[in-house]
Structures are given as C-alpha cells and as structure tokens.
T-cell receptor, first 108, second 113 residues
Framework: RKEVEQDPGPFNVPEGATVAFNCTYS??????FFWYRQDCRKEPKLLMS???SGNEDGRFTAQLNRASQYISLLIRDSKLSDSATYLC?????????FGSGTKLNVKP | DAGVIQSPRHEVTEMGQEVTLRCKPI?????LFWYRQTMMRGLELLIY????????DSGMPEDRFSAKMPNASFSTLKIQPSEPRDSAVYFC???????????FGQGTRLTVV
C-alpha cells in the first residue's frame, strides 16, 4: 500500500466552480502535511501547509482529519490558472512522501 | 539563492550506458531527497540524506542505482547500467532546518533508448 493515496482525476470544471480533492495517508505517526502544485513539465512547488485546525489562503482551504487520516483541499471560484496537478504530501520522520497527484482542468 | 540546481536538464542515453545525475542543494539545507516521477507511479522517494549521510535508501529500485553526497553542496544519482524502464524525470529536493517546505530542482528528464 502506498503511503499517500489520491484520486488521480482528472477533474474537469468550469471557471468559477468549487472543487475539492481528498487524500489519505497510511502512517498515523505522520508529522506534517502539505499540498503542492505541479504545472506541466515543471517541478512541484508548495501551495500550502495543512494544519489540524484547518487553514485558508484566499480561495484555497485545507483541512486535516487525523482520526480518519485524510487531508482535503478546497478551491473556490476556480480560475483557468488553477489548472495543474495537486499533490498531497505527508512528512513521516522527516521524509516527504507524495501522492500521485490529482489533475485539475479548469475550462472557460 | 539560486535554489536547487540539477544537471543535466535532459539526458538521452542508450541502454547499458552509465548515467550520472547531479544536484546542488540550497546552501544551509541539511536534508536532501532524490525522487523519480513517472506517469504510472507518480513521485517515488528513492533516497534521503541528512547531513550528507544516507538515512534511508529503501526506495532505490535495485543495485543498478546508487547515490552519494560527498559534501553538503553536491549529490549524485548514478544508474549503471541504464535500462529503458529507467526513463523518467528525476528530481532532487532539499529541506531546511525547520522542515517546513521541500524545495525542488527543475528535474532531469532521462530517456533511455
């Protein structure tokens, strides 16, 4: 079983839609959690950290459920520029494990 | 800081040849990771160094793969002999003391024909 599991998508949504991604992780001792964004043929870059209390950054909201071992990302009012692959990341003993990513296509 | 620097950006080689990928981490970052990304398997962690010491190489696929970090400013990932199934994008990433964000290099796109 992979350490981090994600729905690969793709999610095809119109501009302005709200879209949510989830991922699950296997190790309950995981220390910290992140969402990364990867554009086509580019390297992954940090989108936001995920805290137990939930956190928001503009149109993006991240949630962590430690009891169920899942992480979510909500994107409101999606823009064309949000089209990318979103990677769920879990830090286990200072090793960063990545999900396979969920592809998002925002269409006009 | 120029960020994590990887070279070469692209490599095309024939099956059986030795391939060496290089990474220069961000100065002061004491953790370094090598990842491999393919469409089928996503981003796989190959090996993790901390303070130049290999901590976990359980992700290295087989003996054909080896990685070194002779000093804090340089790491290599070597494949010998290379096979077509090694074709992938190989990323190097580093982590600072606060462990809050992994910074990636631009990757090396390897094609073995």
């Amino acid at each position: 079983r992979k350490e981090v599991e994600q729905d690969p998508g793709p999610f095809n949504v119109p501009e302005g839609a709200t879209v949510a991604f989830n991922c699950t992780y296997s190790n309950s001792a995981s220390q910290s959690f992140f969402w990364y964004r990867q554009d086509c043929r580019k390297e992954p870059k940090l989108l936001m950290s995920v805290y137990s209390s939930g956190n928001e950054d503009g149109r993006f909201t991240a949630q962590l459920n430690r009891a169920s071992q899942y992480i979510s990302l909500l994107i409101r009012d999606s823009k064309l520029s949000d089209s990318a692959t979103y990677l769920c990341v879990v830090n286990m003993v200072n090793k960063f494990y990545f999900g396979s990513g969920t592809k998002l296509n925002v269409k006009p | 800081d120029a960020g994590v620097i990887q070279s070469p950006r692209h490599e095309v080689t024939e099956m059986g040849q030795e391939v060496t990928l290089r990474c220069k981490p961000i100065s002061g970052h004491n953790s370094l990771f090598w990842y491999r990304q393919t469409m089928m398997r996503g981003l796989e962690l190959l090996i993790y160094f901390n303070n130049n010491v290999p901590i976990d190489d359980s992700g290295m696929p087989e003996d054909r793969f080896s990685a070194k970090m002779p000093n804090a400013s340089f790491s290599t990932l070597k494949i010998q002999p290379s096979e077509p199934r090694d074709s992938a994008v190989y990323f190097c990433a580093t982590l600072g003391q606060l462990n809050t964000e992994a910074f990636f290099g631009q990757g090396t796109r390897l094609t073995v024909v």
